[in-house]
């Protein structure tokens, strides 16, 4: 098993620019997230999914859409980036919803000049 | 009053030293607790949890004081690679009930 994959590795984008952060699992986990993390800053979650079909919103949803037509994929969309967005962005899987149970992936850096 | 506050260090330790962090949390709806380990430009994965009575796992200690709403980890005979950031994290709920410190950050010098 790959686990919880994200690509790209890292981004530079220009203000107004969007983009498509991908997240895949091969764990048949039915709960994936996506979260952001700033340095002085936790881990806030922005996008969430408990299955296919079904997203919801997180603590910063602002300036980010998902979607989730399959159980392995949850992209996150920036439709137009803002320097706010510059951020390291993990997608995590979990079977159940309790925290622990989440598998992080790699991470995405990216940076908007 | 920030929901998590942990000192953000760096705690710059010999090896084979015992090094003790705390974490205090402001939601009192808080259920469970875990520590986390981030490695530079990692993920973040689950260390432990911590339970009521207390809990251990090998040279990890982790304690939890509800009255005074604190959760403490306790690191005895320091490895190198033990050095990364550790992230308090209380939980109220499910995932999207969590709150995730910004991690306290442990050097362990040869």
């Known amino acids: 098993n790959a686990g919880v994959t994200q690509t790209p590795k890292f981004q530079v984008l220009k203000t107004g620019q969007s983009m498509t952060l991908q997240c895949a699992q091969d764990?048949?986990?039915?709960?994936m997230s996506w979260y952001r993390q700033d340095p002085g800053m936790g881990l806030r979650l922005i996008h969430y999914s408990v299955g296919a079909g079904i997203t919801d919103q997180g603590e910063v949803p602002n300036g980010y859409n998902v979607s989730r037509s399959t159980t392995e994929d949850f992209p996150l969309r920036l439709l137009s980036a803002a320097p706010s967005q510059t951020s390291v962005y993990f997608c995590?899987?979990?079977?159940?919803?309790?925290?622990?149970?989440?598998?992080f992936g790699p991470g995405t850096r990216l940076l908007v000049l | 009053r920030k929901e998590v506050e942990q000192d953000p260090g760096p705690f710059n330790v010999p090896e084979g030293a015992t090094v003790a962090f705390n974490c205090t949390y402001s939601n009192s709806a808080s259920q469970s607790f875990f520590w986390y380990r981030q490695d530079c430009r990692k993920e973040p994965k689950l260390l432990m949890s911590?339970?009521?009575s207390g809990n251990e796992d090998g040279r990890f200690t982790a304690q939890l004081n509800r009255a005074s709403q604190y959760i403490s980890l306790l690191i005895r005979d320091s490895k190198l690679s033990d050095s990364a950031t550790y992230l308090c994290v209380p939980a109220s709920g499910g995932y999207q009930k969590v709150t995730f410190g910004i991690g306290t950050k442990l050097q362990v010098i040869p």
């Open positions: 995590a899987s979990s079977l159940g919803q309790g925290v622990e149970t989440q598998y």
């Open positions: 911590v339970y009521s």
């Open positions: 764990m048949n986990h039915e709960y």
